[in-house]
């Protein structure tokens, strides 16, 4: 079931197209991946999906519904360049903005003064925004991104500005979150909390949808039949073991253990390469190799601009 | 619609709890309230009456001076050089000396004083003297027609029936004579006093509405631009929309200025009714029938003639001044000075949130804001020919000119401008605020989303372009 989908959403700037033609779906209860180099059109389709601007062609559907004003108060919005008045009081604040997205200041208060305690952040209330520390304002941030309990929330670059401990606590919150009903996209460039977070993601790159599916699928799909192996005790070369069209992609020697990877031929299997290699050795380890969704992200980035550079 | 309400209180609130505000709002009055009481202050001080010696060698214009309040006109039957000696000796004000004209009517008079007098001082000895003057002149002429028509008339002796006569003729041809003047001059002494009031009070307001849409203007700038530099913009966009921001923001910094200009007003009232109160004698008011009365037929010209030969009233320069002041028609200063604040700063915040959304700091504002302010330095600039001829086409079109209008009409007012006029500037200024507004909304909903982009006026004829 899909929380949001997109049919062929298209924005334009004067001559320059920032989207063309996007569809996504995102399903509900799910930690959405969207991805693209920068300048790729996240942005403005994270804008589209606020309302803060509008599709010069195209739709998007909030639950079957077309968008319409009052969604925005069941969507939550973290951009990546965000920021709080300086001058004003964190608990005014909060109010403010969580009476902005709806919520009247009876509720508003209870809801803050909980994420205030659980965040153990209570004696900051009246203090003026300008004396918190980054991370500090950082976590004001995130609290009024999702005080107002928001269907949808759409995180942008989240973990910017946290240390490792705060990001911790972030990503709990997140996870929590969505076990709590809500549905999370996701914008971001470091993969490794991709591959950690995300069930499905879509790719963009240059206004162009180049990818998406769920992050298990995706990664298989970019499976290309190569192996790890880490063996010890066999001194000779092991490419001379393999028969041909197998291919030895990378080696390495650390504390007795060699270290391998071999791409295998189409059709042929894990159990053709052990036969191979396993009477003269003894494996230490044995594992496919499943590109990491950085590997993803590079080579298909990289595709693009490559048959873009052949057109032209 | 609940939403905006929030925006205007957020602008509104964290506005009035500034201490520039609380400081603004306690000097303003401070000042306004020294403005009405230093004149009579000043009056007050000079309580003993000055006194004028009178050395008039025709004879004739003794006895014509009447004292006042101030001053009090000496007779002395000697000549002028021991007249001097007595002035010196006795610290006396001045010295008037009327010579002995070397044709048959006296036409100038010196005066011998320590200190410049008062123009209307000197405008009363000139009046006095030329009332006179027509007398003897008249009088003179009437005696040769008679004398023409009947030989054999006798002129009579001091008190002549020729100079009775006169008296009569010049006291009932008065009014006609007097309505070519006002026509063909535009004043007369009291006239003259009542423009100088307008002047004053016009050019006051025109200054007014150039600091406020100033003043609360680039405040509207500045509160763009942080918002944009702090980048809380996108966050409440994605509650709100950009025009709901932006007017929020607008009326929120308009209540400010409205509530400070109220303030002004109830303080700078508190302050001088309390002065008031505490020198009850000191500040007596101009009766207010007598006033409202000489307000409505300022144009009048009996009336303005009656007020001519009141010397009381000519006399007293403190009460010339109140008067002038209640002589301006307030209920249409204050609707009309209300209207032109509210929409000349509408159509201005406009714009400068127009050029706040457009750049990324302040500094970066100036090329933007040069266009925006120079109708308003314009308008300031034209005050001078706008007094001096306030019904002329240059003072015409520029109030009916919205960028221009706010300032100038408000100069123009209290020489009264004819109703239709008014209103079609009114009009005017209404369509104006609405079109700056459509253009400032369909720039700012780009503008407050771009960063670090160096924007010229061909980036924001595209901005303005862009679909929603």
Known sequence: MAILTANKVTKRFGDFTALNSISLEVPEQSIFGLLGPNGAGKTTLIRIINQITGPDEGEILFNNQKLKQNHVEIIGYLPEERGLYKKMGVGEQALYLAQLKGLSRHDAMTRLKKWFEKFEIEDWWGKKVEELSKGMQQKVQFIVTVVHEPRLLIF???????????????????????????????????????????????????????????????????????????????????AELLAPGFELLESSYADDTHSVKIRLPKGTGSGELLNAILPHMSIASFAEVIPSMNDIFITEVNAVSANSILES | MNKIFLIIKREYITRVRKRSFIVMTILGPILMAALFIVPAYLALKQEEKRVITVVDETGRFAGKFEDSDKYKFQVMQTDLESAKKILKQSEGFALLYIPKPKQSVPSNAIVYADKQLSINLEEYIKNVMAREIEKIKLSYELRSALLAANPSYEPGGDTTSEDLMSEKILKNIKSEIKLTTIQVEENGAEKKSFTGASMIIGSVAGIMIYMFIFLFGVQVMRGVIEEKTSRIVEVIISSVKPFQLMMGKIVGVAMVGLTQ????????????????????????????????????????????????????????????????????????????????????????????????????????????????????????????????????????????????????????????????????????????????????????????????????????????????
């Open chain 2, 261 to 468: 200009f109220i303030l002004w007003i109830v303080f700078t009232a508190a302050i001088i009714f309390t002065v008031q109160l505490s020198f009850p004698d000191k500040f007596k008011m101009p009766d207010q029938q007598q006033v409202s009365l000489k307000a409505n037929t300022s144009l009048n010209t009996t009336q303005d003639t009656q007020l001519k030969n009141d010397p009381e009233n000519s006399n007293d320069q403190y009460n010339s001044f109140y008067e002038a002041l209640s002589s301006i028609d307030y209920p249409t200063m204050i609707a009309s000075f209300l209207f032109y604040f509210l929409f000349g700063y509408l159509l201005y915040s406009a714009l400068f949130a127009l050029v706040g959304s457009a750049v990324d700091n302040e500094t970066d504002s100036q090329q933007f804001m040069l266009p925006v302010t120079i109708p308003l330095i314009f308008s300031i600039v034209m005050m001078q020919a706008i007094i001096m001829n306030p019904n002329g086409p240059l003072a015409f079109w520029l109030s009916m000119i919205p960028l221009t209008s706010p300032v100038i009409m408000m100069i123009r007012i209290p020489f009264g401008v004819p109703w239709p006029q008014i209103v079609l500037s009114a009009v005017l200024l209404i369509g104006g605020f609405l079109g700056a507004t459509w253009l400032a909304a369909r720039i700012y909903r780009t503008g407050i989303l771009m960063y670090g982009k160096k924007v010229d006026y061909r980036e924001l004829w595209k901005w303005i372009r862009y679909k929603g």
């Open chain 1, 156 to 238: 942008d670059e989240p973990f910017s500005g946290f240390d490792p401990i705060n990001v911790n606590l972030l990503r709990d919150e997140i996870l929590e979150l969505r076990s709590n009903g809500a549905t999370i996209i996701f914008s971001t460039h470091n993969m490794a909390s991709v591959e950690e977070l995300c069930d499905d993601i879509v790719l963009i790159n240059k206004a162009n949808k180049i990818l998406d599916g769920k992050v298990k699928d995706i990664r298989w799909q970019h499976f290309t039949n190569t192996y790890q192996v880490n063996y010890r005790n066999y001194e000779n070369n092991i």
